[in-house]
């Protein structure tokens, strides 16, 4: 089964109280047990965190490229200005995937930008919580399409 860390940034613990009419009224325990959930039916082990600290949530980009595992990130407000996040996601040796609850594009002008999605395989938004399961079946898609390349 292959590890893939789901790392969330700021606020994001917050989930089930915080703006619930863009951020849907599920918590973030319902969220890592989706997370969870949905990584063991593709054969992936999901190991969800969260953290309003980016020195914490850069250390735990870096444990990824260190271990060559892909990422799933949702990384809130650093999405729009951590030039240190992404610096780190630069250095990524797997696949990774930015998600996003929300559609950014489609809220304030501030939030469309992205200084992580030049560095990232791919972009899900907009599909909530769900955005999450579609993520992590990019993963294994990926995954896949890797271990194909090798053969």
């Known amino acids: 089964m292959s ?42 082990e999901a190991d969800v965190r969260q953290t309003d600290d980016e020195a914490e949530l850069i250390r735990w980009v870096h444990e990824a490229a260190d ?40 809220r304030e002008e501030f939030r469309h930008t992205s200084v992580v999605a030049g560095v990232a395989t791919g972009t899900i938004a907009g599909f909530g919580t769900f955005s999450y399961v579609l993520a992590l079946q990019a993963v294994v898609e990926l995954l896949a399409e890797e271990a194909g390349g090798r053969g």
Do not use: K
């Open 3 to 44: 590890r893939v860390l789901v790392l969330n940034g700021p606020n994001l613990g917050r989930l089930g109280t915080r703006e619930p009419d863009v951020y849907g009224a599920t918590t973030f325990e319902g969220l890592a047990a989706l997370c969870r959930d949905a990584g063991r039916r593709l054969g992936l």
């Open 67 to 106: 271990e060559r595992l892909p990422v799933v990130l949702n990384p809130a407000a650093f999405t729009h200005y951590s030039y240190a996040l992404r610096d780190a996601l630069a250095q990524r040796t797997a696949p990774l995937v930015e998600v996003h609850i929300s559609n950014p594009a489609a």
